[in-house]
DNA sequence: AATAATTGCTAAAACGATTTAGTCAAAATG
DNA sequence: CATTTTGACTAAATCGTTTTAGCAATTATT
């Protein structure tokens, strides 16, 4: 039951390991190789149930047709639905995908990318965490395939698939404004990251176009640990501020969640009055008796776009990198 | 810029790889090399940045920290939970997890287990789809470590993680009765594998025990392909029993959501009348204003035994095939 | 003092591919 | 006819580990 290997075929045919070796990556006609040999190969091959070995394949070549994902974490929805994206299109280039979850702790995030690297996958996609920067400078600099999702940093040159953060955050606002709302609370998230002072300018500019005064004490940062805890002291304060504030807009769409189940517990009056909005969706939302409005993210489409930057990186080696911004669906 | 190898240490320090090798193993102590040579090697090694190089360690020893995972859709939100349970054990075991999603298609997981194989995974978690008896058969042939999840086949000895399926399904519909419900809809999924079986089971039981009469007519079994127009059909045609049914029961949380939504679209008024109830749940369940009651999965349980006992037969290679069920909460 | 055991270390094979640099004969070219 | 080209194939190095078998020198045992 022991796997064969190319000498087991070599010897089967008394030819040379290198000849069987060229007839298996279909580079028989390349190397001048007779038809009639290339078929008795392959048809020996088939017979004996051959398979390459990968592990070698990979210290020979370095390279073995996987990539790693990196993210904050593979069950929140967004995520597991870009993994399956990315899934797909990496299957279409023959690629495989391990995937590893930050929590957004950049020290998970650099231990995962060492590991990842150690496993020799071809290149990286990783939603980057706040503090990411140095690592991700390093991949940089040993000139490691990756490409970044949803969150990239502004000084350092990436490839990266994002949505257009501004303009989604503007739409959802203006469209809020023009149904009546005057006072908007907006809670964020990780306010460090770009994407998400974007999403915050796209709220500003909205108001200001439409000539309603920023308020900073509607607006409300929190972050990831203890975000339970962290949503119900925003919230109370917010409260506080009642019932002048009509609508209350989510950064994205986990805070939306705990946001409106605080509620519902708290103060469902309330609720039953204020507008809720948010950035990033659940596909549940329609499910809700309430008047909850969003911006949908393009997740199939990132998914799509991400796979096919990293596959030109890693086989192409292109150079220039690129910033891919899809836009938002509303 | 190249990477350091074993073979640079030694010379750098004018020993053998052999013996630079037993030092990174751990294995200084067991090979009685000399405790100032095991620091010096040590401290070299972290000098020149040495990383050892796994695709040469999987050749050579045939190991790769690497377990493979198979599951209908990692995007579903069960799935991805589990994903993430599963990686976070596998992490305290030094394991890396590549995952791949088979849509409930036989010929995907014969794919998948195929190409994990050859990438030398160390053992697989798989739920599999109906179909997959012969692929399963031949992974107990070939004695590669698996463990399947979720479903299993009661013909094949195999480790299996599942949870209570009969007892859940019972204590569900026993708690819909106890509230009143007569006339309960059973809305299957997959009815051919035995877990779905087992929920149908414990339904009927539960029925049973009330004293009340089976009624083919209000269970309907639909399948993975075609889900949307399937429930839709499945939906009319118990509408047109309507109204003595007064319970909805839904036997995973997929078929809930499209149930609902359907409902909500078509006869919302109906939908106010009548209760619903699911095997499954998702996180925001509690966010509706609907009567929806259901049994929730241990996900993080599950994805824990089965690395458990992926990892103790990977390790261990113990023989003797576990079923480990587990309850599910009410 | 002769033998046995221990200590500290190493040479070389093995894992299974890919690839460079040939070889040798036959056919083509001038 | 001498030389070049082509066609069909191969030997051997290489990728970077792990591991078996064994070698000297030192220490312990009788």
Chains 1, 2 share one sequence.
Not at 6 to 11: F, G, V
Not at 189 to 195: H, I, P
């Amino acid at each position: 039951m022991k796997k064969v290997s190319l000498e087991d075929i070599s010897k089967e045919l008394g030819v040379s390991k290198t000849l069987v070796s060229f007839v298996m990556n279909g580079r028989a006609k390349e190397q001048r190789i007779s038809d009639e040999m290339a078929e008795k190969v392959l048809k020996k091959a088939k017979e004996m149930g051959y398979e390459a070995n990968y592990a070698a394949k990979v210290l020979r070549t370095g390279k073995s047709d996987t990539i790693g994902l990196i993210i904050a974490d593979i069950s929140n929805t967004f995520f597991a639905k870009l993994a399956r994206s990315i899934e797909n299109n990496a299957q279409k280039h023959k690629y495989n995908v391990i995937y590893g979850s930050t929590d957004e702790d950049t020290r998970n995030s650099v231990k995962l990318i060492e590991v990842l690297k150690k496993k020799n996958v071809d290149g990286l996609i990783i939603s980057p965490s706040i503090g990411d920067q140095k690592i991700i400078k390093q991949l940089n600099k040993e000139k490691i395939p990756y490409v970044l999702v949803d969150r990239y940093f502004p000084e350092i040159q990436s490839d990266v698939v994002v949505v257009n953060n501004f303009q989604g955050s503007y739409d959802i606002i203006n469209r809020a404004i023009e149904q009546g709302s005057k006072k908007i609370a907006f809670l964020n998230f990780n306010a460090e990251l770009v994407n998400m002072q974007d999403r915050f300018k796209g709220y500003q500019q909205a108001l200001k176009d439409a000539g309603i005064p920023y308020e900073e004490k509607l607006v409300k940062n929190l972050n990831f640990s203890n975000m339970d805890k962290e949503i119900e002291t925003a919230m109370k304060e917010l409260l506080s501020i009642s019932p002048t504030i009509d609508t209350i807009y989510f950064s994205n769409n986990q805070l939306m969640l705990l946001g409106v189940k605080y509620l519902l517990r708290t103060d469902k009056e309330f609720l039953s009055k204020v507008k809720v909005t948010s950035f990033d969706c659940y596909e549940f939302m329609d499910l809700l008796d309430l008047p909850i409005s969003y911006g949908e993210q393009p997740i199939k489409e990132i998914g799509k776009v991400a796979v096919d930057l990293i596959v030109d990186k890693i086989e192409n080696k292109h150079t220039t990198p690129k910033i891919i911004t899809l836009p938002i669906k509303n």
